[in-house]
Protein backbone atom coordinates (compact mmCIF):
# COMPACT_ATOMS: atom_id res chain seq x y z
CA UNK A 1 0.00 0.00 0.00
CA UNK A 2 1.05 3.31 -0.79
CA UNK A 3 0.61 6.43 1.16
CA UNK A 4 0.83 9.94 -1.01
CA UNK A 5 2.45 12.71 1.28
CA UNK A 6 0.74 15.31 -0.29
CA UNK A 7 -2.83 16.28 -1.49
CA UNK A 8 -3.56 17.02 -4.79
CA UNK A 9 -4.04 20.47 -3.95
CA UNK A 10 -0.99 20.64 -1.80
CA UNK A 11 0.80 18.47 -4.77
CA UNK A 12 0.26 21.56 -7.52
CA UNK A 13 1.03 24.04 -4.73
CA UNK A 14 4.81 22.50 -4.36
CA UNK A 15 5.38 22.36 -8.12
CA UNK A 16 4.46 25.20 -8.95
CA UNK A 17 6.57 26.85 -5.83
CA UNK A 18 9.57 24.55 -7.83
CA UNK A 19 8.61 26.22 -10.94
CA UNK A 20 8.93 29.63 -9.54
CA UNK A 21 12.32 28.81 -8.14
CA UNK A 22 13.99 26.94 -10.86
CA UNK A 23 12.63 30.70 -13.04
CA UNK A 24 14.16 33.14 -10.82
CA UNK A 25 17.22 30.77 -10.77
CA UNK A 26 17.31 31.21 -14.85
CA UNK A 27 16.82 35.34 -14.84
CA UNK A 28 19.72 35.62 -12.00
CA UNK A 29 22.05 34.21 -14.01
CA UNK A 30 21.26 36.57 -16.90
CA UNK A 31 24.07 39.74 -17.82
CA UNK A 32 22.09 43.00 -17.08
CA UNK A 33 21.45 44.86 -20.39
CA UNK A 34 23.30 47.98 -20.64
CA UNK A 35 22.69 51.18 -20.93
CA UNK A 36 21.53 52.42 -24.34
CA UNK A 37 23.05 55.19 -26.75
CA UNK A 38 20.98 56.02 -29.39
CA UNK A 39 21.49 58.51 -32.70
CA UNK A 40 18.64 59.59 -34.62
CA UNK A 41 18.69 61.38 -37.93
CA UNK A 42 15.24 62.57 -38.99
CA UNK A 43 13.02 60.32 -38.87
CA UNK A 44 15.30 57.09 -38.73
CA UNK A 45 17.36 56.06 -35.09
CA UNK A 46 19.84 53.60 -34.30
CA UNK A 47 20.48 52.59 -30.68
CA UNK A 48 23.01 50.59 -29.37
CA UNK A 49 24.17 49.13 -25.96
CA UNK A 50 27.74 49.63 -25.45
CA UNK A 51 30.54 47.95 -27.06
CA UNK A 52 32.96 47.85 -23.90
CA UNK A 53 31.02 48.68 -20.54
CA UNK A 54 31.92 47.24 -16.74
CA UNK A 55 28.43 47.65 -15.16
CA UNK A 56 29.24 51.31 -14.00
CA UNK A 57 32.76 51.00 -13.19
CA UNK A 58 36.14 52.50 -14.91
CA UNK A 59 37.07 50.08 -18.05
CA UNK A 60 40.66 48.85 -17.24
CA UNK A 61 43.44 50.95 -18.99
CA UNK A 62 44.06 48.03 -20.88
CA UNK A 63 41.14 47.68 -22.82
CA UNK A 64 40.88 50.90 -23.58
CA UNK A 65 42.41 51.48 -26.84
CA UNK A 66 41.34 48.06 -28.14
CA UNK A 67 37.69 49.14 -27.40
CA UNK A 68 37.56 52.94 -29.04
CA UNK A 69 39.11 51.11 -31.80
CA UNK A 70 35.46 48.13 -31.93
CA UNK A 71 34.23 48.84 -35.56
CA UNK A 72 30.17 50.15 -35.25
CA UNK A 73 27.93 47.77 -35.81
CA UNK A 74 25.38 50.06 -36.35
CA UNK A 75 25.26 52.57 -39.24
CA UNK A 76 22.93 55.75 -40.53
CA UNK A 77 22.97 57.50 -43.56
CA UNK A 78 22.99 61.53 -43.18
CA UNK A 79 22.96 64.34 -45.42
CA UNK A 80 25.49 67.28 -45.03
CA UNK A 81 22.54 69.88 -43.32
CA UNK A 82 21.18 66.91 -41.31
CA UNK A 83 20.92 67.62 -37.62
CA UNK A 84 22.01 64.79 -35.68
CA UNK A 85 20.65 64.02 -32.42
CA UNK A 86 22.32 61.97 -29.56
CA UNK A 87 20.44 60.44 -26.93
CA UNK A 88 21.68 58.95 -23.94
CA UNK A 89 20.21 56.71 -20.55
CA UNK A 90 20.12 59.43 -17.58
CA UNK A 91 22.44 57.16 -16.05
CA UNK A 92 25.19 57.76 -18.84
CA UNK A 93 24.34 61.67 -18.40
CA UNK A 94 24.58 61.31 -14.52
CA UNK A 95 28.27 60.68 -15.20
CA UNK A 96 28.20 62.56 -18.31
CA UNK A 97 29.92 61.78 -21.53
CA UNK A 98 31.78 62.96 -24.68
CA UNK A 99 32.14 62.45 -28.26
CA UNK A 100 35.02 60.64 -30.17
CA UNK A 101 35.67 60.82 -33.63
CA UNK A 102 37.91 58.12 -35.20
CA UNK A 103 38.81 56.88 -31.92
CA UNK A 104 40.16 60.84 -30.45
CA UNK A 105 38.33 62.92 -28.01
CA UNK A 106 36.09 65.62 -30.35
CA UNK A 107 35.51 67.77 -26.72
CA UNK A 108 37.16 68.85 -23.75
CA UNK A 109 34.63 68.25 -21.26
CA UNK A 110 31.87 65.84 -20.60
CA UNK A 111 28.11 66.50 -21.13
CA UNK A 112 26.06 66.34 -18.68
CA UNK A 113 22.16 65.95 -20.96
CA UNK A 114 20.64 63.11 -22.09
CA UNK A 115 20.05 64.56 -25.75
CA UNK A 116 22.23 67.20 -27.92
CA UNK A 117 21.84 67.98 -31.26
CA UNK A 118 24.75 68.74 -33.65
CA UNK A 119 24.54 69.32 -37.38
CA UNK A 120 26.08 66.58 -39.64
CA UNK A 121 28.29 69.12 -41.92
CA UNK A 122 30.27 69.06 -38.44
CA UNK A 123 31.40 65.27 -38.71
CA UNK A 124 32.25 65.74 -42.56
CA UNK A 125 34.57 68.56 -42.45
CA UNK A 126 37.95 67.99 -43.66
CA UNK A 127 41.49 69.63 -42.44
CA UNK A 128 43.45 71.63 -45.59
CA UNK A 129 40.63 71.64 -47.81
CA UNK A 130 41.11 67.89 -49.12
CA UNK A 131 37.83 65.84 -49.75
CA UNK A 132 35.57 65.01 -47.06
CA UNK A 133 35.24 61.34 -45.90
CA UNK A 134 31.68 59.39 -46.97
CA UNK A 135 31.36 58.10 -43.64
CA UNK A 136 32.90 58.85 -39.77
CA UNK A 137 32.80 56.22 -37.18
CA UNK A 138 31.43 58.51 -33.70
CA UNK A 139 32.01 56.91 -30.53
CA UNK A 140 29.98 57.74 -27.79
CA UNK A 141 32.38 57.43 -24.36
CA UNK A 142 30.56 57.43 -21.16
CA UNK A 143 33.59 59.23 -18.63
CA UNK A 144 33.72 61.29 -15.23
CA UNK A 145 36.15 63.15 -16.55
CA UNK A 146 38.72 60.65 -14.47
CA UNK A 147 37.86 57.19 -15.47
CA UNK A 148 36.00 55.72 -18.73
CA UNK A 149 32.79 53.74 -17.90
CA UNK A 150 31.38 53.09 -21.44
CA UNK A 151 31.90 53.16 -24.87
CA UNK A 152 29.41 53.20 -27.52
CA UNK A 153 30.03 52.98 -31.65
CA UNK A 154 27.84 54.12 -34.29
CA UNK A 155 28.60 54.84 -37.97
CA UNK A 156 27.79 57.81 -40.11
CA UNK A 157 27.70 57.46 -43.44
CA UNK A 158 27.34 60.01 -46.13
CA UNK A 159 24.21 60.45 -48.11
CA UNK A 160 25.06 60.31 -51.57
Not at 140 to 157: A, D, P, R, Y
Request: neutral net charge; contains cysteine.
Amino acid sequence: MTVAFFSGSRRRAAVALGAVSAGLLVLSACDKPTPIATVTVGSDSIHSEAACYNDGDAIKESQIQQCLNKKAEKSITVAMDDKIRFGVDPEIADNGWTIFLGGQQAEPEPYKKTYRTIPASAFFSTQGGGEAPDNTQVTIVENTGKKLTGIWHFQLKKES
